[in-house]
């Protein structure tokens, strides 16, 4: 009997040619957008002046299970798609654990995440609509190099608005954008309306993402022939990325596996619900029931510790409400450096799932993902992006349950990116500089604060 291989790479034409849509099977819908000035849902035409109509229909279509993904978008995606499954041999040995640990690898491709995936979906479709741009924002980076590697493929122009500490603190992620032809603007900005109230509320603001959100959108609705981008949060970017997890079902079906416990990091949830999207379909349908779980930092907790209710998406207040897992758009998260995972909100799919029980949600601290980011290093020669070794950390535990308890469950975990812009994180990890943050109740309690009061 054949050992399972280390890496299963699928072959092009295994790749899957369509998207799955979770919404389709969900039993309840997640509550609508609405719009904060009338307290009603709103409609695909009015997110027309903001997304692409491709896009503002994909975002509200609840019911279209499998949507085709367009040939121009595969050629795309054969660059660098399927990812590989791997088999975490290594760790396992040395976790002495009788469980089975894969994970599916997104950190092959230049922006270095999963990202690409919906960057490339995005900027196809504006393209195709004839706009001559995009806008977006990007915290640690990740989503704004993977929008200007897309937007070069296609030939439109991006604006991106970089939150301020970011911006600083990294400068080779400007650098990348910048060989892609994307133009960065720091942000808070004084370019946007709302980025010159926010400096005058606060000069010395390093920004978030809550506010870049702000600035791009600002941008986008007031110039001709652009729309804006989002990298996660919203319906459309988890449609993009079920290719992750219908391409690592394919996968785990050819090694005649299945997980017992599937394991994400989640940010805006986007690499969570691509990769659980054909399990959850399983769970939603009665045909299996994996545990899932999202692992958020303790610093950011906005499904373990957040409120569900209507919020929204920015600091600027100028996007639509979401019904989701929120902090509130004012909250602040301290500096950490899982920069990909500080958002107040989460996304509304996810958020419904978890809150009506088909998910688990726990959060780790900072300290202890960098010990399981270095051991995994250390096992499996990747060098894993900090947002990504929430889930490692995870896994991990998961594998020394086993391990105690002796059963051999198969686990699939996530592993979004590499961390290789990441090194200043690495190295206060490894000096000693680095510190947990937990905020208090009294902390949380001003971001929800935060939270629009409506009259329903
Ligand atoms: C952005 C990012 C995340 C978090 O975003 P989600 O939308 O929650 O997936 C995780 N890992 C990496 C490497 C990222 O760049």
């Known amino acids: 009997m054949p050992k399972i291989p280390h890496r299963l790479y699928l072959t092009e034409d295994q790749m899957p040619t369509q998207w799955y849509n979770l919404r389709a099977d969900m039993p309840e819908q997640p509550d609508p957008m609405l719009n904060p000035a009338t307290g009603k849902p709103l409609t695909e035409e009015a997110l027309y002046p903001i997304f692409c109509k491709e896009l503002a229909h994909q975002e509200m279509d609840g019911q279209t299970r499998w949507v085709d993904i367009p040939e121009g978008i595969l050629e795309e995606f054969r660059i660098y798609r399927p990812s590989p499954l791997i088999r975490a041999y290594n760790l396992e040995q040395t976790l002495d654990t009788p469980a089975k640990i894969y994970y599916k690898y997104e950190g092959n491709n230049t922006s270095g995440s999963h990202k690409l995936n919906s960057a490339i979906a995005q900027a196809f479709y504006a393209k195709q609509q004839g706009l001559k741009g995009l806008t977006t924002e990007t915290g640690a980076g990740q989503w704004g ?30 650098a990348v954008m910048g060989v892609f032809d994307a133009s960065v603007t720091a942000s808070p900005s004084t370019t946007t309306e709302v980025g010159r109230k926010i400096l005058a509320a606060f000069p010395e603001s390093t920004g978030s993402l809550g506010c870049a959100i702000s600035e791009a959108v600002e941008t986008a609705v007031s110039s001709e022939n652009y729309r804006y981008a989002l990298g996660s949060v919203l319906n459309q970017v988890l449609l993009h990325q079920s290719i992750i997890g219908l391409e690592a079902k394919t996968a785990m079906d050819l ?50 510790r957040g409120r569900y209710a209507y919020d929204f998406c920015d600091t600027g207040k100028v996007t639509p409400l979401a019904k ?71 896994a991990i535990k998961e594998a020394k349950i086993c391990r105690e308890t002796g059963e051999s469950k198969t686990i699939l975990f996530g592993l979004t990116g590499t961390g290789y812009f990441d090194m200043t994180a690495y190295d206060a990890y490894r000096n000693g500089t680095m510190s947990n943050h937990v905020p208090t109740d009294d902390e949380l309690a001003a971001g929800f604060q935060s939270l629009p009061q409506l009259e329903l």
């Open 145 to 174: 190099t993977a929008l200007s590697e897309a937007c070069a493929f296609y030939g439109l122009d991006l604006q991106v608005f970089m939150v301020k500490c970011s911006y600083e603190q990294k400068p080779f992620r400007k």
């Open 255 to 304: 090694l005649d596996e299945y997980p017992d416990i599937i394991i994400g990091c989640a940010g805006g949830g986007s690499n969570l619900g691509g990769l659980i999207a054909p399990y959850m379909r399983d769970k939603l349908t009665g045909k299996g029931n994996p545990r899932i779980v999202a692992v958020e930092p303790a610093s950011c907790p906005s499904l373990t």
């Open 324 to 394: 989701m897992y929120t902090l509130g758009n004012g909250f602040m998260p301290a500096a950490n450096h899982a920069g990909g995972l500080r958002y107040h909100g989460m996304s509304p799919i996810l958020s419904k799932l978890y809150h009506d029980g088909y998910m688990e949600a726990t959060s780790v601290k900072q300290l202890e993902i960098f010990e399981a980011a270095t051991l995994f290093a250390k096992k499996e020669t990747i060098l894993p992006a900090p947002e990504s070794a929430h889930a490692i950390c995870q």
